[in-house]
């Protein structure tokens, strides 16, 4: 019989090979070198050798699944999590917080500097590596043969869903509402027809989204009720992706350098509250805010970092391409009597120095873009001529890109953090000052 094969699928050999793993990767893989190529080696890390098998050759690079490792590493420690290894969540609680630290570190060095020469990395603005995280979405699914609820967190590389009963990564509060809450969604009526819920752990009380993609009857509202009070965890229903439905009146809050901010459920806030007041006073310490300063803020969204640059400058304004965050930032503004600042709605790709508002100009600007960066502002932010320019970064590529451009104006990268705002994880973010000579 003829045997057909695909030109993209590339044969690999089933021979076990004998590698030291010298290097962590972002993604929690152990890094070797073989045949002059890399090769990454899941679960594997730096100081251990590892026999072999490689599962996937490519023309630069090579992956690795692992057959005996021959040796421990010192940083190699046992995973608090049960799910560890089949949850796709984290993917490197089997290395010490201190080599996780490093390896970002070093990745971060080498984004922002070049072969040669990385960058220094000044600082790593870490909180605690458990019990950080005050927001997650957990998907919904039911099996119709076993007429059971599955609820959590999808599986590595893999679209399946894994049971959660625990996860040391959430806040305790947040990790203690797993139990109960499957219980009560596994009693609803409209239980095969669930999309996700989401917990979110505010300042004045936890609160759950329930998204349902069929209208909910009374005995299952009733129900969702009953939880929300015996739990205390504020209850919004959503059956689609534009409305939702509060279920009590307090409105979710949260604090950024002792200022209230309030929030809608669906809207972004930090997950890691301990990281973002750290990044918050690090990055009004690095702008050397004083009394006369006017400072631009971009991409603002409700003012986590825009009210608290307007307790110490002249004057602040924040812009953002989102109308709901505009409106929620002016909210937040009146509401803690910030009379200094202002709030503006535009196409942050617009050029924006052409706005009557920025006509005076800006002493020092501040950016904290989504993971695509910022390549249609920063010329506009180079025709302001700040003094100081500090950009937060949740993707270093793009931040290494977007840099470019203010080193080829002539400014300088002063400092430069990493930012541990995901313990566990591959997410690598970081925050960088850039001054004018």
């Avoid at 870490?126 to 997650?136: L, N, T, V």
């Avoid at 003094?387 to 890109?401: D, E, F, G, I, Q």
């Amino acid at each position: 019989m003829a045997q057909f094969y695909s030109a993209k699928r590339r044969v690999t050999t089933r021979q076990i090979i004998s590698v030291t793993v010298n290097d962590l990767d972002p993604f929690g893989q152990g890094v070797a070198r073989h045949n002059g190529k890399a090769l990454f080696i899941q679960g594997a890390l730096p100081g251990e050798q590892v026999e072999v098998t490689v599962t996937d050759d490519k023309r630069n690079f090579a992956q690795a699944k692992v057959k005996r490792r021959l040796n421990d590493s010192p940083q190699r420690v046992a995973p608090r999590c049960p799910h560890f290894g089949i949850c796709g969540g984290c993917q490197q609680q089997h290395a010490s917080i201190e080599l996780q630290q490093q390896a970002k570190s070093r990745a971060l060095a080498r984004m922002m500097g070049t072969r040669e020469t990385p960058a220094v990395v000044n600082e790593i603005i870490s909180g605690s590596p458990w019990g950080y995280r005050r927001r997650a979405r957990l998907g919904l699914n039911y099996l119709p043969k076993t007429q059971t609820l599955q609820m959590g967190f999808r599986k590595s590389q893999d679209s399946e869903l894994v049971n959660i009963h625990h996860c040391p990564v959430l806040e305790p509060q947040l990790e203690a509402l797993l139990e109960p809450l499957h219980q009560c969604l596994s009693t609803l009526k409209a239980v095969r027809r669930l999309g996700h819920v989401e917990l979110v752990l505010a300042d004045n009380g936890p609160l759950m989204v329930l998204r349902h993609l069929d209208a909910l009857n009374d005995d299952d509202r009733q129900k969702l009720e009953r939880f929300s009070h015996s739990t205390g965890v504020a209850l919004f229903l959503a059956p689609d992706s534009e409305t939702l439905t509060a279920l009590g009146e307090d409105e979710p809050c949260y604090h950024s350098d002792g200022l209230r901010l309030t929030f809608s459920p669906r809207d972004f806030i930090q997950v890691n509250d301990g990281v973002n007041q750290q990044m918050v006073a690090r990055a009004i310490e690095w702008l050397d805010i004083q009394p006369t300063d006017r400072v631009l803020d971009l991409f603002c969204g409700m003012g986590n970092f825009t009210l608290p640059l307007a307790t110490r400058a002249e004057s602040v304004v924040g812009v953002e391409g989102v109308a709901a965050l505009v409106a929620k930032g002016e909210y937040n503004a009146r509401y803690n009597s910030l009379k200094n600042v202002t709030f503006f709605h535009e196409n942050l790709e617009d050029d924006v120095t052409r706005q009557p508002w920025a006509a005076q100009g800006f002493d020092k600007i501040l950016l904290d873009p989504a993971r695509a960066g910022a390549p249609g502002v920063m010329q506009h932010v180079i025709a302001l001529a700040p003094k100081r320019v500090v950009y937060v970064s949740c993707n270093p590529t793009t931040l290494a890109r977007d840099s470019e451009a203010l080193l080829a104006a002539g400014y300088q990268l002063r400092q430069l953090a990493m930012l541990d705002m995901f313990p566990h994880t591959g997410h690598l973010e970081s925050m960088a000052l850039f001054e004018r000579n």
